[in-house]
């Protein structure tokens, strides 16, 4: 026998002896637990194959089980219907087999030799090639609907229930529709139950009642909202039967820096939808396990079944860049290539066609990481982008978490100064100012916010004033360059290693032409030129991670010669996720963009040097100010025109 005990104090031996002895009972009264399997069975099957079974002694037979719990109850159901060579019921990822016979040599051993076969699994991939390739009677049986459930209830019961909800066992797996099935109870005790259990099993998970309705979040731009939009409207339609599920466009991965509240939408847009929510990740994977393949495999398996069992129901699978690209493969990849490949294999049903009813959702802080074959036309397709939110959106992210304090008070001023913020730091804003009102017994203030979005200067003048000249360079550049740009600057810290701000309404995305590029770099190169100019001297400020001024000038001239065709060659040498290690490797393309990062950082340092009375002015108002809107900044741009245009003439500004 090959069968897996998924049961731990019970043999499948005993299980079996004690199936017949309860049909052998003259009880008129059986357990869900044998009666229901044997009906599924019973109903899945051919008039056909049940004659064929009877005289044929060679059959081989495989029975695909709704979910995993219902494998060794199918399996002992099956037994009765006759007796079988090789019997294997499998809910779980085979390990291979070091020594002996394996399970395919049994399978064909027992084929070979005339004898009849029998598989049972909830997944197919599961059972050996051997058995699934040949066998003579395939049956898919599904979860048991409410007319089973019926004719349970009469077995264990003696009786029909009167009325029963339809769809009564949404969302439930063997052992929770067996426990709800009583023998010694009544049919409407046991309708109630199961009333109860699919109940608790579809309300939403843990802490999504906290959470706004999708409709009520700020900051997270049309795209997405549109998107979210549309999948309410159309899981709407599915439901008064208007349009068929697979017409929905519901799979998407969300990808921005972190904390920008992808979670936090992912379960809103669930609460909005009506749906229940199943989030998942790969180290949740490992925290939950012991960390083998199978396991892995496992509890994926698991996670799709349970969501299929609820649907419709969404997935949402966080930090979905820890499933790792293939094309990035390192000494690892053999252990993830069997992970990665069942993946795709779960989204592919998951996905498609209309008997599949789950929203797949996906995040992740770095898409550049993203296996192709994860987001290929049918799986997790549509990338869409976060960006932090404008003073808009952060306004309204600031009243969100305030609740029912400051009611009238205006937070504009509050949230232009927290511009470049996500709405993670609102959280803790928010808190902290709370905790500060309590400790000194009274009810949150204006000024508590303020404290906690700009707090105290604590960092040496010197310091200050540099950072101020900085970002005005990188500002006047902007301005110059871009004209309306600039949306504010700000010399605002919140962490001690943090320097200043320059946001700008214009993103690498929006450069299409080499021209853009150069102008966009020029401007990531004039705070250092701004520093070297009106200081004499050039700090690290550009420098450091991957965020830095010259980490994002580089990459985007690097783009420039590998990918986008703006360079002196045609040739596409790498994907843009590629070329930071193609630069490292190749000292040629090192060579020609660092040409590049020169000859801009020239045409950069004139512009600061033409106008470095603004660049002046600017700074003062920061270190003065310590933020400057961009209306604000314009006009102090306007300030120190008119006063340059008066000196030319000879006059005075006073």
């Known amino acids: 026998m090959a069968d897996n005990d998924d049961y731990d104090d019970i043999s499948v031996e005993e299980m079996d002896a004690i199936d017949a002895e309860v049909m052998q009972s003259k009880s008129l009264h059986r357990p869900a637990i ?317 996905t498609s066609g209309d008997s599949s009813k789950l929203i797949v959702i996906g995040a992740t802080n770095h898409p550049e990481k993203l296996d192709a074959a994860l987001v290929r036309p049918g799986r997790l397709s549509k990338i869409i982008h976060i960006e932090k939110p404008d003073a808009k959106a952060l306004e309204g992210i600031i009243r969100q978490h305030l609740g029912k304090d400051l009611p009238d008070v205006d937070l504009s001023v509050v949230a232009k100064l927290g511009v470049g913020s996500s709405g993670a730091d609102v959280h803790d804003w928010v808190k902290s100012a709370r905790l500060a009102a309590r400790q000194q017994n009274r009810p949150v203030a204006l000024q508590d916010l303020f404290a906690q979005v700009a707090p105290p200067e604590t960092r040496p003048p010197g310091l200050v004033r540099r950072i101020a000249v900085h970002e005005a360079a990188h500002a006047v550049a902007s301005h110059v360059l871009m004209p309306g740009s600039v949306d504010g600057v700000t010399t605002i810290s919140r962490q001690p290693s943090e320097g200043g701000r320059t946001s700008m309404s214009v993103v690498l995305e929006d450069a299409i032409a080499r021209r853009d590029i150069d102008h966009r770099a020029m401007v990531l190169l004039a705070g250092r030129c701004g520093e070297e100019v009106l200081l004499n001297s050039v700090s690290s400020g550009a420098g450091g991670d991957e965020t830095s001024d010259l980490a994002q000038a580089t990459y985007m001239l690097a783009l420039v010669h590998t990918s986008l065709g703006l360079g002196d060659r045609l040739l596409h040498r790498s994907s843009p996720q590629e070329v930071k290690q193609l630069l490292t490797l190749d000292p040629v393309l090192a060579k020609t963009v660092e040409e590049d990062l020169q000859r801009l950082y020239a045409a950069s340092l004139e512009i600061v040097r033409d106008n470095a009375t603004l660049v002046q002015a600017v700074a003062d108002a920061l270190v003065k100010q310590r933020h400057l809107t961009g209306e604000q900044f314009v006009a102090t741009c306007r300030r120190a025109q008119r006063t340059d245009a008066v000196k030319l003439l000879g006059g005075s500004n006073g």
């Not at 998970?205 to 939009?229: H, S």
């Open 34 to 350: 044998h009666t229901l399997p044997e009906l599924m069975i019973r109903l899945a099957l051919m008039p056909g194959h049940i004659a064929r079974l009877k005289r044929d002694r060679t059959t081989s037979m495989i029975i695909e089980a709704p979910s995993a719990e219902w494998v060794q109850p199918l399996m002992r159901a099956a037994k009765r219907l006759g007796e079988w060579k090789f019997a294997h019921a499998v809910s779980e990822p085979p390990r291979k087999s070091t020594h002996g016979m394996t399970t395919s040599d049994q399978a064909v051993f027992a084929m070979a030799n005339g004898g009849r076969i029998i598989g049972v699994t909830q997944n197919l991939d599961y059972l050996p090639k051997a058995m699934t390739a040949s066998a003579d009677i395939r049956i898919k049986i599904d979860h048991p609907d409410d007319e089973l459930l019926r004719q349970a209830i009469k077995m264990a019961t003696g009786r029909y229930p009167r009325s029963m909800p339809a769809g009564v066992s949404h969302g439930l797996d063997y052992s929770d529709i067996c426990g709800a099935i009583r023998t010694g109870s009544t049919a409407k005790a046991c309708v109630e139950r199961l009333v109860a259990a699919s109940k608790a099993k579809s309300e939403a998970a843990p802490g999504l009642e906290d959470v706004p309705p999708v409709e009520e979040l700020f900051g997270y731009g049309e795209e997405l909202e549109g998107w979210a939009k549309a999948l309410i409207t159309d899981l709407d339609a599915w439901r008064a039967g208007k349009l068929e599920f697979s017409a929905i466009q519901r799979t998407a991965v969300l990808a921005s820096e972190p904390g920008l509240g992808k979670t936090t939408f992912a379960r809103s847009l669930a609460k909005s939808a009506g749906i229940p929510f199943f989030p998942t990740s790969v180290s949740q994977w490992f925290a939950n396990s012991p960390g083998y393949l199978d396991s892995i495999i496992k509890q994926i398996d698991e996670l799709f079944a349970a969501a299929a069992a609820v649907a419709p129901a969404m997935i949402f699978l966080d930090e979905c860049e820890g499933i790792p690209s293939r094309a990035n493969a390192d000494r690892h990849s053999s252990w993830w290539i069997p992970v990665v490949g069942h993946m795709l294999l779960k989204l592919d049903s998951a």
